[in-house]
C-alpha cells in the first residue's frame, strides 16, 4: 500500500526540489566554485537554516544530482523506438550521454570530483540504465541477435564501463570530443563484437 503524503510531507518534498533546482541552475550559470550557499538560499527564497536542514552541505546538492539521473531514465525509457535491442542499446547510451551533455561540462566536473571514493558515484549511472541494458541484451540473446556464449550480467558491465570511462575521459579532456559521437562509436563496436 501506499504511503499518502501528509501536506507537511508534500511542502517538505517541495522545498527541497525548490533548493535543488535553484542550485542546479545557479551551478550551471555561474559555476559551482562561484556559488555560495547564501546565494542558493536567496534564489530559492529561503534561510541559511533552511538549506541546511535539508542539505548538510553544497556539495550534498551535487550528491542528489547522482541520485537523480534513475527519474531521467524512467522519462527517457517511454521515448525509445526500436526494431532491434541494437538500436535500443544505442539509445540507451546515448540518453546517458546526453544527460552529461545536459548537466554541463563543469557541473559534470564537479559531481565526479563531489563522487570519488563516495559510494553514492554508483548512482552517477543509473540503477535503472543497468537494467534496461541488461534487458536488452538479454531478449538479444534470447532472439539470435547477440551470441549467447557469454554472461549478460557481464555484458552489461562492460557496456557501464564503456559509458563511465568515455565520461570521465570527456570530463578529463575539458570536454574537447563530441560525447555523444564518441559514445555511439564505442557501442557500436562493442555490439559487433557480440552480434551473431
Known amino acids: ?21 535553484n542550485a542546479k541552475a545557479l551551478f550551471k550559470e555561474y559555476g559551482y566554485d562561484n556559488v555560495s550557499v547564501n546565494q542558493i538560499c536567496s534564489g530559492a527564497g529561503i534561510s541559511v537554516g533552511t538549506f541546511y536542514h535539508y ?21 527517457k525509457e517511454k521515448e525509445l523506438v526500436y526494431s532491434s535491442q541494437t538500436e535500443k542499446i544505442l539509445q540507451l547510451m ?31 549511472y543509473s540503477s535503472y540504465l543497468i537494467g534496461l541494458l541488461n534487458q536488452a541484451i538479454r531478449a538479444g540473446q534470447d532472439s539470435g541477435e547477440f551470441r549467447s556464449d557469454e554472461d549478460p550480467k557481464e555484458l552489461t558491465e562492460y557496456l557501464i564501463t564503456l559509458i563511465r570511462g568515455t ?13 555523444l559521437n564518441k559514445i555511439e562509436t564505442y557501442t557500436r563496436v562493442f555490439l559487433q563484437s557480440i552480434s551473431k
Not at 1 to 21: A, C, G, H, V
Not at 55 to 75: G, L, N, T
Open 94 to 124: 546515448k540518453f546517458q550521454a546526453e544527460y552529461s551533455i545536459a548537466l554541463g561540462l563543469d557541473l559534470s566536473t564537479v559531481t565526479y570530483k563531489a563522487l570519488i571514493g563516495k559510494k553514492e558515484i554508483d548512482h552517477l
Open 55 to 75: 542539505y548538510p552541505s553544497k556539495e550534498h546538492v551535487i550528491i542528489q544530482i547522482a541520485y537523480d539521473i534513475d527519474d531521467y531514465f524512467i522519462r
Open 167 to 179: 565520461d570521465a575521459w570527456w570530463v578529463q579532456a575539458n570536454g574537447s570530443f563530441d560525447l
Open 1 to 21: 500500500m501506499e504511503e499518502k503524503l501528509t501536506s507537511r510531507k508534500k511542502q517538505s518534498i517541495k522545498q527541497k526540489k525548490n533548493i535543488f533546482d
